[in-house]
Protein backbone atom coordinates (compact mmCIF):
# COMPACT_ATOMS: atom_id res chain seq x y z
CA UNK A 1 0.00 0.00 0.00
CA UNK A 2 2.64 2.44 0.77
CA UNK A 3 4.67 1.69 -2.85
CA UNK A 4 1.33 2.96 -4.54
CA UNK A 5 1.78 6.56 -3.79
CA UNK A 6 5.60 6.76 -3.97
CA UNK A 7 5.46 5.04 -7.28
CA UNK A 8 2.75 7.64 -8.26
CA UNK A 9 5.18 10.46 -7.10
CA UNK A 10 8.04 9.12 -8.66
CA UNK A 11 5.91 9.04 -12.11
CA UNK A 12 5.16 12.77 -11.21
CA UNK A 13 8.24 13.92 -10.94
CA UNK A 14 9.72 12.09 -14.24
CA UNK A 15 6.68 13.71 -15.70
CA UNK A 16 6.98 16.58 -14.60
CA UNK A 17 10.97 16.65 -15.51
CA UNK A 18 9.46 15.84 -18.82
CA UNK A 19 7.68 18.50 -19.35
CA UNK A 20 10.14 20.78 -18.03
CA UNK A 21 12.80 19.32 -20.99
CA UNK A 22 10.23 19.26 -23.37
CA UNK A 23 9.22 22.95 -22.49
CA UNK A 24 13.25 24.10 -22.77
CA UNK A 25 14.03 21.86 -25.69
CA UNK A 26 11.02 24.02 -27.50
CA UNK A 27 12.48 27.30 -26.20
CA UNK A 28 16.07 26.80 -27.67
CA UNK A 29 14.38 24.66 -31.02
CA UNK A 30 12.39 28.03 -31.35
CA UNK A 31 15.67 29.79 -31.12
CA UNK A 32 17.66 27.88 -33.34
CA UNK A 33 15.00 27.28 -35.81
CA UNK A 34 14.45 31.40 -36.06
CA UNK A 35 18.20 31.71 -36.67
CA UNK A 36 18.78 28.98 -38.87
CA UNK A 37 15.53 29.26 -41.23
CA UNK A 38 15.15 33.31 -41.00
CA UNK A 39 17.92 35.43 -39.89
CA UNK A 40 21.44 32.91 -40.56
CA UNK A 41 21.58 34.12 -44.44
CA UNK A 42 24.32 32.16 -46.54
CA UNK A 43 25.72 31.22 -42.61
CA UNK A 44 27.21 34.94 -42.74
CA UNK A 45 26.46 35.23 -38.81
CA UNK A 46 28.40 31.89 -37.93
CA UNK A 47 31.49 33.36 -36.80
CA UNK A 48 29.43 35.93 -35.05
CA UNK A 49 26.67 34.29 -32.76
CA UNK A 50 26.38 30.69 -31.40
CA UNK A 51 23.27 29.16 -30.43
CA UNK A 52 23.30 26.35 -27.69
CA UNK A 53 21.00 24.35 -25.76
CA UNK A 54 22.14 26.52 -22.59
CA UNK A 55 23.11 30.10 -23.96
CA UNK A 56 23.49 32.05 -27.01
CA UNK A 57 26.69 33.96 -27.17
CA UNK A 58 27.91 36.91 -29.33
CA UNK A 59 31.47 37.30 -30.86
CA UNK A 60 33.55 40.54 -32.10
CA UNK A 61 34.74 40.61 -35.36
CA UNK A 62 38.35 39.83 -33.78
CA UNK A 63 36.19 36.36 -32.30
CA UNK A 64 36.60 37.65 -28.68
CA UNK A 65 33.30 37.26 -26.83
CA UNK A 66 31.59 39.91 -26.41
CA UNK A 67 27.98 38.99 -24.91
CA UNK A 68 26.37 35.89 -23.46
CA UNK A 69 22.86 35.17 -22.33
CA UNK A 70 22.44 31.88 -20.50
CA UNK A 71 19.07 29.92 -21.24
CA UNK A 72 17.81 31.00 -17.81
CA UNK A 73 18.31 34.78 -18.57
CA UNK A 74 16.01 34.06 -21.98
CA UNK A 75 12.72 34.98 -20.95
CA UNK A 76 13.58 37.83 -18.67
CA UNK A 77 15.69 39.37 -21.57
CA UNK A 78 13.08 38.57 -24.15
CA UNK A 79 10.95 41.16 -21.48
CA UNK A 80 13.36 43.61 -21.10
CA UNK A 81 13.98 44.04 -25.14
CA UNK A 82 10.44 44.67 -25.90
CA UNK A 83 10.24 47.27 -22.79
CA UNK A 84 13.26 49.00 -21.90
CA UNK A 85 14.96 52.14 -23.07
CA UNK A 86 17.69 51.53 -25.59
CA UNK A 87 20.44 53.04 -23.36
CA UNK A 88 19.25 50.35 -20.96
CA UNK A 89 19.54 47.46 -23.27
CA UNK A 90 23.01 48.56 -24.55
CA UNK A 91 24.53 48.78 -20.99
CA UNK A 92 23.37 45.52 -20.71
CA UNK A 93 24.95 44.35 -23.90
CA UNK A 94 28.15 46.38 -23.09
CA UNK A 95 28.05 44.17 -19.50
CA UNK A 96 28.02 47.65 -17.74
CA UNK A 97 24.71 46.48 -16.18
CA UNK A 98 23.66 43.60 -15.56
CA UNK A 99 19.90 41.65 -15.61
CA UNK A 100 19.59 42.03 -12.13
CA UNK A 101 20.13 45.74 -11.88
CA UNK A 102 16.01 45.56 -14.04
CA UNK A 103 13.14 44.23 -12.88
CA UNK A 104 11.22 42.30 -15.25
CA UNK A 105 8.12 44.73 -15.95
CA UNK A 106 4.66 42.65 -14.99
CA UNK A 107 2.88 41.85 -18.33
CA UNK A 108 -0.67 41.15 -18.51
CA UNK A 109 -0.98 38.03 -19.66
CA UNK A 110 -4.99 38.84 -20.85
CA UNK A 111 -4.92 39.42 -24.56
CA UNK A 112 -5.55 43.28 -25.23
CA UNK A 113 -9.09 44.31 -27.08
CA UNK A 114 -8.75 46.43 -29.63
CA UNK A 115 -9.48 49.38 -28.05
CA UNK A 116 -5.83 49.01 -26.09
CA UNK A 117 -4.13 48.42 -29.55
CA UNK A 118 -1.59 50.59 -31.04
CA UNK A 119 -1.02 50.34 -34.76
CA UNK A 120 1.04 51.77 -36.88
CA UNK A 121 1.08 51.96 -40.84
CA UNK A 122 3.89 53.08 -42.77
CA UNK A 123 2.27 54.42 -46.70
CA UNK A 124 5.71 53.53 -48.49
CA UNK A 125 7.98 56.30 -50.07
CA UNK A 126 6.96 59.76 -50.18
CA UNK A 127 5.31 61.27 -53.43
CA UNK A 128 1.96 62.61 -53.46
CA UNK A 129 2.17 63.58 -57.30
CA UNK A 130 3.69 62.54 -60.41
CA UNK A 131 6.05 65.04 -60.00
CA UNK A 132 8.02 64.24 -56.87
CA UNK A 133 7.61 60.45 -58.23
CA UNK A 134 9.62 61.46 -60.55
CA UNK A 135 12.18 62.42 -58.23
CA UNK A 136 12.23 59.07 -55.51
CA UNK A 137 11.83 57.46 -58.80
CA UNK A 138 9.08 55.54 -57.90
CA UNK A 139 6.84 56.01 -60.88
CA UNK A 140 5.07 54.79 -64.20
CA UNK A 141 4.21 56.24 -67.30
CA UNK A 142 2.71 54.47 -70.21
CA UNK A 143 1.83 56.65 -73.89
CA UNK A 144 0.10 55.12 -76.72
CA UNK A 145 3.31 54.85 -78.33
CA UNK A 146 4.96 52.24 -76.29
CA UNK A 147 1.38 50.85 -75.30
CA UNK A 148 -1.00 50.91 -78.21
CA UNK A 149 -3.81 49.33 -76.73
CA UNK A 150 -4.00 52.38 -73.97
CA UNK A 151 -7.28 53.83 -73.95
CA UNK A 152 -5.96 57.25 -73.49
CA UNK A 153 -3.24 58.93 -74.34
CA UNK A 154 -0.79 58.03 -71.25
CA UNK A 155 -0.78 56.69 -67.80
CA UNK A 156 0.67 58.20 -65.04
CA UNK A 157 1.09 56.27 -61.62
CA UNK A 158 3.04 57.36 -58.52
CA UNK A 159 3.60 54.94 -55.99
CA UNK A 160 3.43 57.42 -53.00
CA UNK A 161 0.12 58.25 -53.90
CA UNK A 162 -1.28 54.65 -54.03
CA UNK A 163 0.15 53.47 -50.79
CA UNK A 164 -0.85 56.65 -48.78
CA UNK A 165 -4.30 55.97 -50.17
CA UNK A 166 -4.32 52.94 -48.72
CA UNK A 167 -2.98 53.37 -45.82
CA UNK A 168 -5.80 56.60 -44.96
CA UNK A 169 -8.68 54.23 -45.98
CA UNK A 170 -6.98 51.64 -43.86
CA UNK A 171 -6.67 54.27 -41.15
CA UNK A 172 -10.09 54.87 -40.62
CA UNK A 173 -11.61 51.67 -40.97
CA UNK A 174 -9.24 50.22 -37.70
CA UNK A 175 -10.17 53.72 -36.14
CA UNK A 176 -14.03 52.40 -36.08
CA UNK A 177 -13.04 49.45 -34.28
CA UNK A 178 -11.78 51.44 -31.31
CA UNK A 179 -7.93 50.92 -32.41
CA UNK A 180 -5.43 53.92 -32.14
CA UNK A 181 -3.37 54.34 -35.79
CA UNK A 182 -0.69 56.44 -36.49
CA UNK A 183 0.67 57.05 -39.70
CA UNK A 184 4.29 57.78 -40.63
CA UNK A 185 4.02 60.17 -42.83
CA UNK A 186 1.75 62.92 -44.06
CA UNK A 187 -0.04 63.48 -47.88
CA UNK A 188 3.64 64.26 -50.11
CA UNK A 189 5.50 64.32 -47.27
CA UNK A 190 8.74 62.39 -45.76
CA UNK A 191 8.65 61.11 -42.13
CA UNK A 192 10.29 64.22 -41.10
CA UNK A 193 7.24 65.50 -40.68
CA UNK A 194 7.62 67.87 -43.85
CA UNK A 195 7.66 67.97 -47.65
CA UNK A 196 10.64 66.97 -49.48
CA UNK A 197 11.56 69.96 -50.74
CA UNK A 198 10.77 71.86 -47.75
CA UNK A 199 13.35 69.31 -46.41
CA UNK A 200 15.59 70.24 -48.60
CA UNK A 201 15.80 73.85 -47.79
CA UNK A 202 16.52 74.18 -44.68
CA UNK A 203 18.81 70.26 -44.13
CA UNK A 204 20.06 69.51 -47.03
CA UNK A 205 23.69 71.46 -46.93
CA UNK A 206 23.83 70.19 -43.20
CA UNK A 207 23.17 66.49 -43.95
CA UNK A 208 24.87 66.12 -47.04
CA UNK A 209 28.91 67.46 -45.82
CA UNK A 210 29.96 64.50 -44.76
CA UNK A 211 28.88 62.93 -47.47
CA UNK A 212 30.95 64.75 -50.23
CA UNK A 213 30.02 61.29 -52.64
CA UNK A 214 26.15 62.45 -53.00
CA UNK A 215 27.10 66.24 -53.26
CA UNK A 216 25.97 65.78 -56.87
CA UNK A 217 22.06 66.26 -56.92
CA UNK A 218 21.78 63.44 -58.83
CA UNK A 219 22.91 61.13 -56.37
CA UNK A 220 21.27 62.75 -53.53
CA UNK A 221 17.76 60.41 -53.51
CA UNK A 222 19.40 57.36 -52.91
CA UNK A 223 21.65 59.31 -49.97
CA UNK A 224 18.08 60.96 -48.77
CA UNK A 225 16.02 57.85 -48.78
CA UNK A 226 18.50 56.01 -46.49
CA UNK A 227 18.40 58.81 -44.03
CA UNK A 228 15.08 59.11 -44.29
CA UNK A 229 14.07 55.71 -43.67
CA UNK A 230 16.35 55.42 -40.53
CA UNK A 231 13.81 58.57 -39.64
CA UNK A 232 10.69 56.73 -40.04
CA UNK A 233 11.78 54.07 -37.79
CA UNK A 234 11.93 55.96 -35.39
CA UNK A 235 8.73 57.44 -35.90
CA UNK A 236 7.91 53.99 -36.01
CA UNK A 237 9.76 52.49 -32.67
CA UNK A 238 8.73 55.86 -30.75
CA UNK A 239 5.19 55.07 -31.20
CA UNK A 240 5.60 52.03 -29.45
CA UNK A 241 3.38 49.89 -31.68
CA UNK A 242 1.87 46.29 -30.85
CA UNK A 243 2.17 46.46 -35.03
CA UNK A 244 3.21 47.80 -38.07
CA UNK A 245 1.92 48.00 -41.26
CA UNK A 246 4.23 48.97 -44.19
CA UNK A 247 2.70 49.00 -47.60
CA UNK A 248 3.97 49.06 -51.17
CA UNK A 249 2.93 48.21 -54.36
CA UNK A 250 5.34 46.53 -56.73
CA UNK A 251 6.34 46.40 -60.28
CA UNK A 252 7.66 43.30 -62.52
CA UNK A 253 11.39 43.28 -62.18
CA UNK A 254 12.19 42.07 -65.34
CA UNK A 255 10.21 44.77 -67.17
CA UNK A 256 13.39 46.92 -67.29
CA UNK A 257 12.54 50.83 -68.17
CA UNK A 258 8.74 50.15 -67.45
CA UNK A 259 7.28 52.09 -70.68
CA UNK A 260 4.57 49.72 -71.20
CA UNK A 261 2.72 46.98 -68.50
CA UNK A 262 3.50 43.79 -68.08
CA UNK A 263 1.74 40.68 -68.35
CA UNK A 264 2.81 39.37 -64.87
CA UNK A 265 0.87 40.60 -61.50
CA UNK A 266 1.92 39.09 -58.12
CA UNK A 267 1.05 39.34 -53.91
CA UNK A 268 3.98 38.90 -51.48
CA UNK A 269 4.96 39.17 -47.76
CA UNK A 270 8.36 40.14 -46.46
CA UNK A 271 9.33 39.76 -42.62
CA UNK A 272 12.48 40.33 -40.55
CA UNK A 273 15.77 38.30 -41.20
CA UNK A 274 18.16 37.26 -44.13
CA UNK A 275 20.88 39.36 -41.66
CA UNK A 276 24.57 39.42 -42.73
CA UNK A 277 27.30 40.12 -40.43
CA UNK A 278 27.29 43.99 -41.80
CA UNK A 279 23.96 43.77 -40.10
CA UNK A 280 25.28 42.91 -36.80
CA UNK A 281 28.55 45.41 -36.68
CA UNK A 282 26.76 48.11 -33.85
CA UNK A 283 25.55 47.31 -30.44
CA UNK A 284 22.19 48.22 -31.85
CA UNK A 285 22.14 46.00 -34.82
CA UNK A 286 23.39 43.06 -32.60
CA UNK A 287 20.21 44.15 -30.27
CA UNK A 288 18.12 43.55 -32.63
CA UNK A 289 18.92 40.25 -33.90
CA UNK A 290 18.52 39.47 -30.17
CA UNK A 291 15.63 40.40 -30.44
CA UNK A 292 14.25 38.43 -33.44
CA UNK A 293 15.69 35.22 -31.81
CA UNK A 294 14.34 35.77 -28.16
CA UNK A 295 11.08 37.32 -28.90
CA UNK A 296 7.87 36.05 -30.89
CA UNK A 297 8.32 39.03 -32.97
CA UNK A 298 9.14 37.05 -35.90
CA UNK A 299 6.71 34.67 -35.16
CA UNK A 300 4.05 37.19 -35.01
CA UNK A 301 5.43 38.71 -38.38
CA UNK A 302 5.17 35.74 -40.10
CA UNK A 303 1.50 34.66 -38.68
CA UNK A 304 0.14 38.80 -39.81
CA UNK A 305 1.75 38.49 -43.16
CA UNK A 306 0.56 35.49 -44.20
CA UNK A 307 -3.25 36.76 -43.31
CA UNK A 308 -2.59 39.95 -45.24
CA UNK A 309 -1.05 38.09 -48.26
CA UNK A 310 -3.77 35.10 -48.67
CA UNK A 311 -6.69 38.12 -48.01
CA UNK A 312 -4.58 40.48 -50.84
CA UNK A 313 -4.81 37.05 -53.52
CA UNK A 314 -8.43 36.82 -52.20
CA UNK A 315 -9.80 40.19 -52.63
CA UNK A 316 -7.68 41.59 -55.34
CA UNK A 317 -7.78 37.94 -57.15
CA UNK A 318 -4.20 37.51 -58.09
CA UNK A 319 -1.55 34.67 -57.49
CA UNK A 320 0.48 34.43 -54.29
CA UNK A 321 4.29 35.04 -55.26
CA UNK A 322 6.73 31.95 -55.39
CA UNK A 323 10.08 31.80 -55.17
CA UNK A 324 10.62 31.01 -59.03
CA UNK A 325 8.72 33.92 -59.39
CA UNK A 326 10.99 36.76 -58.67
CA UNK A 327 15.23 36.68 -59.08
CA UNK A 328 15.23 39.25 -55.71
CA UNK A 329 12.85 36.23 -53.92
CA UNK A 330 15.59 32.99 -55.31
CA UNK A 331 18.08 34.94 -54.36
CA UNK A 332 17.83 37.41 -51.53
CA UNK A 333 14.98 35.71 -49.51
CA UNK A 334 14.82 33.09 -47.23
CA UNK A 335 11.19 31.70 -47.66
CA UNK A 336 9.05 31.32 -44.24
CA UNK A 337 7.20 27.96 -43.70
CA UNK A 338 4.40 29.92 -44.90
CA UNK A 339 3.19 30.70 -49.06
CA UNK A 340 3.89 34.06 -50.10
CA UNK A 341 5.84 35.13 -46.85
CA UNK A 342 9.86 35.89 -46.99
CA UNK A 343 12.18 36.86 -44.74
CA UNK A 344 14.07 39.88 -46.68
CA UNK A 345 16.87 42.32 -45.40
CA UNK A 346 15.28 45.68 -45.20
CA UNK A 347 15.72 48.55 -43.33
CA UNK A 348 12.80 48.66 -41.89
CA UNK A 349 12.41 44.62 -41.41
CA UNK A 350 15.91 45.42 -39.46
CA UNK A 351 14.88 47.86 -37.40
CA UNK A 352 11.11 48.46 -36.47
CA UNK A 353 11.06 46.45 -33.04
CA UNK A 354 7.32 45.22 -33.11
CA UNK A 355 5.63 42.36 -35.17
CA UNK A 356 5.43 44.02 -38.59
CA UNK A 357 4.47 42.87 -42.17
CA UNK A 358 5.86 45.07 -45.62
CA UNK A 359 3.06 44.01 -47.83
CA UNK A 360 3.53 44.41 -51.74
CA UNK A 361 -0.17 44.10 -52.70
CA UNK A 362 -0.03 44.34 -56.87
CA UNK A 363 2.43 44.79 -59.92
CA UNK A 364 1.44 48.39 -60.87
CA UNK A 365 3.10 47.98 -64.26
CA UNK A 366 0.41 45.18 -64.84
CA UNK A 367 -1.73 45.17 -68.11
CA UNK A 368 -4.64 44.17 -65.36
CA UNK A 369 -3.80 46.73 -63.37
CA UNK A 370 -2.33 49.93 -64.65
CA UNK A 371 -5.56 51.13 -65.85
CA UNK A 372 -7.66 50.28 -63.26
CA UNK A 373 -5.39 52.05 -60.83
CA UNK A 374 -5.77 55.20 -62.35
CA UNK A 375 -9.81 55.45 -62.70
CA UNK A 376 -10.68 56.97 -58.77
CA UNK A 377 -14.24 56.47 -58.93
CA UNK A 378 -14.60 55.41 -55.31
CA UNK A 379 -15.06 57.41 -52.29
CA UNK A 380 -14.05 56.06 -48.96
CA UNK A 381 -14.07 58.53 -45.32
CA UNK A 382 -13.46 61.48 -48.11
CA UNK A 383 -10.58 60.04 -49.23
CA UNK A 384 -10.99 59.50 -53.49
CA UNK A 385 -9.60 56.24 -54.71
CA UNK A 386 -9.64 53.86 -57.31
CA UNK A 387 -11.18 49.92 -56.64
CA UNK A 388 -8.04 48.29 -56.28
CA UNK A 389 -6.76 50.20 -53.54
CA UNK A 390 -10.19 50.17 -52.06
CA UNK A 391 -9.41 46.28 -52.07
CA UNK A 392 -5.81 46.64 -50.55
CA UNK A 393 -6.85 48.69 -47.78
CA UNK A 394 -9.82 45.67 -46.73
CA UNK A 395 -7.02 43.09 -47.27
CA UNK A 396 -4.83 44.73 -44.65
CA UNK A 397 -8.41 44.87 -42.40
CA UNK A 398 -9.57 41.67 -42.77
CA UNK A 399 -6.13 40.48 -41.55
CA UNK A 400 -5.32 42.39 -38.86
CA UNK A 401 -8.66 41.55 -37.18
CA UNK A 402 -8.39 38.15 -37.71
CA UNK A 403 -5.11 37.84 -36.53
CA UNK A 404 -6.51 39.60 -33.41
CA UNK A 405 -9.50 37.83 -32.68
CA UNK A 406 -7.84 34.61 -32.34
ZN1 LIG B 1 7.80 50.56 -52.79
Known amino acids: MVN ?9 IILLWLLNFVAVSQTYQQIKNRFDNYLNYHAGLNSRVQIETNKIIFYNEQKQIVFIILKDDWQKMAVLLKTLPQDSLEKIFRNEATLSNYKTPSINPAKKSLSELKIMIDPGH ?18 KQNYPALKQDSIDIAEGVLTFQTASVLKKMLEEKGITVALTRQENGTSFGCSYDEWLKTNKEKKIKPHTTVSNGKFFMPFFKDYELQQRAKVINDFKPDMTIIIHYNVD ?24 ADNIKTVQGQLNLLRLLLTDDLDESEKISSLVVNQLSKQLNIPIAKKQDATYLSEHCMSASTEGVYSRNL ?23 CYALTQNTETAYGIKTNKRVMLAAQSFYNAIINFYSK
Open 253 to 276: EKNIDWKKPSNKDFCVTFIPGCLT
Open 126 to 143: IAGNISMARIEQKYLHFT
Open 347 to 369: ALCRTVQSPLVYGECLYQDSENE
Open 4 to 12: VPLAMRFAC
